[in-house]
């Protein structure tokens, strides 16, 4: 697989979100729907382009590029997170450990972020991220996950439509911090 990050002359990182204690937020579509609403929102207002996405129930993982000179993408985040948690169900946001503090419990406090190093680092942290659904057991394939931008590889010839359906995919040690 070749893949240019030219897209954009910014910065390229990778990310996991993770859920507060894995609850699975995005098993429900309507909040599935919401985080997209969510990144269209932010993306008008603090643009960056999304290289690769996977959401799983209870995590995502992301190789988004920021703008030239823009460096900014805990503010993505944050945004992000409280357009969610502002309009989720009121029961994904209860939990003990931060009532007291009167804080909503949608989110992990914090994320993973790497910024990639080069091209190889790059597709390794692509591939990772389509090839999350099959490492977690919920496809066989990557294909057969619906909330992953692997198919929209497969249409820009990107990644070839059998990829990862045959043989488990290894991944450089530094990648799966979820």
């Not at 929102?41 to 703008?67: E, G, N, S």
């Not at 914090?110 to 591939?127: A, G, L, T, Y």
Request: glycine share 4%; net charge positive; hydrophobic share 35%.
């Amino acid at each position: 697989m070749s893949y240019r990050r030219a897209q954009s002359p910014g910065v390229t990182d990778f990310f996991s979100v993770v859920t507060h204690q894995r609850q699975p937020l995005f098993q429900a579509s309507e909040n599935i729907q919401l985080l997209r609403t969510a990144f269209h929102h932010l993306k008008q207002r603090h643009p960056f382009t999304i290289a690769a996405i996977v959401i799983l129930p209870d995590h995502l993982h992301a190789l988004w590029t920021l703008p030239a000179g823009d460096a900014n993408f805990p503010t993505r985040w944050r945004l992000i997170k409280e357009y969610v948690t502002r309009r989720v169900a009121p029961i994904y946001r209860q939990a003990r450990s931060r009532s007291s503090k009167q804080e909503q419990a949608v989110w992990q406090r914090r994320f993973w972020e790497h910024q990639i190093q080069d091209e190889q680092d790059f597709e390794h942290h692509f591939n990772y991220i389509h090839y999350n659904p099959v490492k977690h057991g919920y496809v066989s394939c990557p294909g057969g996950w619906e909330y992953s931008s692997f198919r929209k590889s497969v249409q820009a010839g990107v990644s070839a439509e059998d990829w990862g359906s045959q043989d488990a995919i290894a991944f450089a040690p530094n990648i799966g911090h979820e």
